[in-house]
């Protein structure tokens, strides 16, 4: 027995411990998001039977209908203050749901098995560029995975701690989701951008030999196809790819004609111009993104003559707009097209992504517009797409949309 001076300082030391423990615990709650307000602000996000989620407002199927009342009123809805300020989700919301990863798969439905054999025995490689807006990232990466796919993702090395740490809390919790090995600084229009690709294409090639199939993603893009609608379509190439290849535009050929150098963040260039390119290679116009068979990628990785116009176009002015567009006529790539003009292929006939380019855009009706106007708003010239893009949208035969 204490005695009765010692048992009450005792007491006053063993309530003090419960003081502090509770002060702990509450701070605790705050930095990871377990207070009671906390998990019942974002309740939204976990799908249930009587999901009563901010996007239930709006009748999806009749925007999806084209019925111009419909998505004027979701317009409205998503410029709405009240509405901006719900649907913006915290990294440290995921870097907390993922702590248990069973019940974080469970209440945001990702697919846990293959949906049909078909899908099962064609599995595909995904690449996904992302340097900012996490909940963006997980949506994307929700609404293309299965577990059959390989998917590697590259976080901008300058992109925020708690973007890294929430992206890389999500990967953790799916054996066919991993980080890049190499992550690097990614500037606009610069070479980082292909490097981050190349990174991806290295690890995803050494880490699975039965994957058929690589798209590579940023943190703007969407599926318009399910799994099983792209493996259809990529069954229909019969061992080709799909991407944008053709004839460099005069207004664009100074990118490859002169040199480029990252000066204060951005791509300039510095009065020298580059020399031939290797081999003799025509240069062909294109863009970032590409759908393309494994064999193509191990020419990227391997081929000499590849390997020469990689160094070649690295102090080039945006070299994701030509680079893929050039392997993919060259002779002996396969699943690969003559250097031909005839062979041309543009963004609107391959399948890889649906840009909207401000400068084709055109009234209802036009017949010199390449596509109808933006129902969202431009930024550099490209579509972010609004709710009245909907209808339009998944009429085309593109897999994946931007932005």
């Given at each position: 027995?204490?005695?009765?001076?010692?048992?009450?300082?005792?007491?006053?030391?063993?309530?003090?411990?419960?003081?502090?423990?509770?002060?702990?615990?509450?701070?605790?709650?705050?930095?990871?998001g377990?207070?009671?307000?906390?998990?019942?602000?974002?309740?939204?996000?976990?799908?249930?039977?009587?999901?009563?989620?901010?996007?239930?407002?709006?009748?999806?199927?009749?925007?999806?209908?084209?019925?111009?009342?419909?998505?004027?009123?979701a317009?409205?809805?998503?410029?709405?203050?009240?509405?901006?300020?719900?649907?913006?989700?915290?990294?440290?919301?995921?870097i907390?749901?993922?702590?248990?990863?069973?019940?974080?798969?469970?209440?945001?439905?990702?697919?846990?098995?293959?949906?049909?054999?078909?899908?099962?025995?064609?599995?595909?490689?995904?690449?996904m560029?992302?340097?900012?807006?996490v909940?963006?990232?997980?949506?994307?990466?929700?609404?293309?995975?299965?577990?059959?796919?390989?998917?590697?993702?590259?976080?901008?090395?300058?992109?925020?701690?708690?973007?890294?740490?929430?992206?890389?809390?999500?990967?953790?919790?799916?054996?066919?989701?991993?980080?890049?090995?190499?992550?690097?600084?990614?500037?606009?229009?610069?070479?980082?951008?292909?490097?981050?690709?190349?990174?991806?294409?290295?690890d995803?090639?050494?880490?699975?030999?039965?994957?058929k199939?690589?798209?590579?993603?940023c943190?703007?893009?969407?599926?318009?196809?399910t799994?099983?609608?792209?493996?259809?379509?990529?069954?229909?190439?019969?061992?080709?790819?799909?991407?944008?290849?053709?004839?460099?535009?005069?207004?664009?050929k100074?990118?490859?004609m002169?040199?480029?150098?990252?000066?204060?963040?951005?791509?300039?260039?510095?009065?020298?111009?580059?020399?031939?390119?290797?081999f003799?290679?025509?240069?062909?116009?294109?863009?970032?993104?590409?759908?393309?068979?494994?064999g193509?990628?191990?020419?990227?990785?391997?081929?000499?003559?590849?390997?020469?116009?990689?160094?070649?176009?690295?102090?080039?002015?945006?070299?994701?707009e030509?680079?893929?567009?050039?392997?993919?006529?060259?002779?002996?790539?396969?699943?690969?097209?003559?250097?031909?003009?005839?062979f041309?292929?543009t963004?609107?006939?391959?399948i890889?992504?649906?840009?909207?380019?401000q400068?084709?855009?055109?009234?209802?009706?036009?017949l010199?517009?390449?596509?109808?106007?933006?129902?969202g708003?431009?930024?550099?010239s490209?579509?972010?797409?609004?709710?009245?893009?909907?209808?339009?949208?998944?009429?085309?035969?593109?897999?994946?949309?931007?932005?």
């Amino acid at each position: 027995m204490f005695p009765k001076r010692g048992w009450q300082l005792w007491l006053l030391h063993f309530i003090a411990v419960l003081g502090l423990l509770w002060i702990l615990s509450q701070l605790s709650q705050l930095k990871t998001g377990k207070s009671a307000a906390y998990v019942l602000r974002y309740q939204w996000l976990q799908y249930t039977d009587d999901d009563e989620s901010p996007e239930k407002v709006c009748n999806c199927s009749a925007i999806l209908r084209g019925e111009k009342e419909e998505f004027q009123k979701a317009k409205l809805l998503t410029i709405s203050k009240n509405f901006q300020k719900i649907i913006q989700i915290p990294d440290e919301y995921y870097i907390n749901a993922t702590k248990d990863c069973r019940k974080f798969k469970i209440t945001r439905k990702y697919i846990t098995f293959p949906l049909s054999k078909e899908e099962e025995d064609f599995p595909l490689a995904y690449s996904m560029v992302v340097h900012h807006k996490v909940q963006n990232f997980e949506r994307l990466l929700r609404a293309i995975y299965t577990p059959q796919n390989i998917y590697c993702v590259h976080v901008d090395k300058k992109a925020p701690a708690s973007v890294f740490i929430a992206i890389n809390a999500i990967t953790s919790c799916f054996p066919n989701v991993f980080m890049v090995r190499q992550p690097v600084d990614v500037v606009y229009a610069g070479w980082t951008r292909v490097q981050a690709d190349l990174n991806c294409m290295a690890d995803l090639y050494n880490t699975s030999t039965n994957w058929k199939y690589f798209i590579n993603l940023c943190g703007q893009d969407f599926p318009l196809k399910t799994n099983l609608e792209i493996v259809q379509a990529l069954h229909s190439l019969k061992g080709g790819n799909s991407l944008e290849s053709e004839e460099m535009p005069q207004g664009k050929k100074k990118r490859v004609m002169n040199v480029y150098q990252v000066i204060d963040g951005k791509m300039q260039p510095v009065g020298k111009t580059k020399d031939p390119t290797p081999f003799n290679l025509p240069i062909l116009s294109g863009n970032a993104y590409i759908v393309v068979n494994r064999g193509y990628i191990h020419s990227v990785l391997e081929d000499k003559r590849i390997q020469a116009l990689i160094e070649w176009a690295k102090d080039t002015y945006s070299p994701d707009e030509f680079l893929w567009a050039t392997i993919q006529r060259m002779p002996g790539v396969p699943g690969s097209t003559w250097p031909n003009r005839k062979f041309d292929i543009t963004d609107i006939n391959a399948i890889a992504r649906m840009v909207k380019w401000q400068g084709h855009e055109g009234s209802e009706g036009s017949l010199q517009a390449v596509y109808p106007e933006c129902k969202g708003h431009h930024v550099r010239s490209i579509c972010v797409y609004g709710a009245g893009d909907l209808q339009w949208l998944i009429e085309q035969h593109h897999l994946f949309a931007n932005k």
